[in-house]
């Protein structure tokens, strides 16, 4: 199996391509190891040392590392793990409550199924490129609450991506939008 990896715009962040399927829908975030009960692959990410944050997308992991590590000693032990994990044929989760694409209303209005719409089809994709996903949170008085994850979760570009990049689409595309703030 070969691994290939990818820099995102947080250094504290690698993306890691199996060159597989990992997830088959949605995204699953696991911010520490009491996180990761349910997926044995991220489990056994946060058995290397340094390991402080895994997600898994539809075909990639993503691993946050703490501030004194250096990839030079946690990639050649990361891609082990991963090889290893999909070697043995192991399951990514060990239940399909994956985290989905979104949450929130059951009945979704008009202007909330087009913000839901641009989020799927223009923002998560190019998130995703960079080893991430976004999630909505919800929509009230002009305000979109959208949650960043992945490596976009600590990316010190994140705010910027959420203000000048995915605000001034919505605003564009939807004139009831009148600000993007990250979910709480």
């Excluded at 692959?41 to 058995?47: I, M, R, S, V």
């Excluded at 919800?138 to 959420?162: N, R, W």
């Excluded at 009831?176 to 990250?182: H, I």
């Amino acid at each position: 199996m070969f691994i290939q990896t990818e820099d995102t715009p947080n250094p504290a962040t690698l993306k890691f391509i199996p060159g597989r399927e990992v997830l088959a829908r949605g995204t699953a975030d696991f911010a520490d190891r009491t996180a990761a009960d349910r997926s044995p692959l991220a489990q056994a990410l946060f058995d290397v040392d340094g390991v402080e944050r895994v997600f898994l997308g539809g075909d990639f992991v993503t691993v946050t590392k703490g501030g004194s590590q250096d990839w030079f000693t946690l990639k050649p032990q990361i891609l082990g793990r991963i090889m290893e994990h999909f070697a043995a044929e192991r399951p990514v989760l060990l239940d399909e409550a994956e985290d989905g694409h979104s949450e929130g209303e059951e009945e979704d209005s008009e202007i909330i199924t087009q913000i839901k719409e641009l989020l799927d089809t223009r923002v998560r994709p190019a998130v995703a490129q960079d080893g991430g996903d976004i999630t909505f949170h919800g929509f009230d008085k002009g305000v979109v609450y959208l949650t960043m994850k992945g490596s976009c979760a600590g990316c010190p570009s994140s705010t910027a991506t959420l203000k000048a990049g995915i605000e001034n689409m919505l605003r564009y595309y939807i004139p009831e939008v009148v600000e993007v703030r990250a979910a709480r």
